[in-house]
């Protein structure tokens, strides 16, 4: 059984800060691709950022500059520092991590998302 949970949303103004964190646990031989992904209201899921095992990023345009995408591989969890925030950045949040089992086989993950609203 594997568990992703997630923490760190809530209300925060324009301009400001936020720290999200996806804590994967249960029985991992090895935690691959890990990524954040988020879905406005009334718009299709996108993903926001992703970030390798051998610590590769990218990001989409929107967001490049003021997040930061890490992991912390001892902790088998993934960060997403966000700031300067907009309110165009509201969403609910999650993180989605690509992970092999002892079988060696891979599965992949959603956590159970995170809300972040952006409002003054």
């Known amino acids: 059984q594997v568990q992703l949970v997630e923490s760190g949303g809530g209300l925060v103004q324009p301009g400001g800060s936020l720290r999200l964190s996806c804590a994967v646990s249960?029985?991992?031989?090895?935690?691959?691709?890990m990524a954040w992904y988020r879905q406005a209201p009334g718009k299709e899921r996108e993903m926001v950022a992703a970030i390798t095992s051998g610590g590769s990023t990218k990001y989409t345009d929107s967001v490049k500059g003021r997040f930061t995408i890490s992991r912390d591989n001892a902790k088998n969890t993934v960060y997403l520092q966000m700031s300067s925030l907009k309110p165009e950045d509201t969403a609910v949040y999650y993180c989605?991590?690509?992970?092999?089992?002892?079988?060696?086989?891979?599965?992949?993950?959603w956590g159970q998302g995170t809300r972040i609203t952006v409002s003054s």
């Open positions: 249960g029985s991992i031989f090895s935690t691959n691709d």
């Open positions: 989605n991590v690509d992970i092999t089992s002892y079988s060696r086989r891979n599965y992949q993950y």
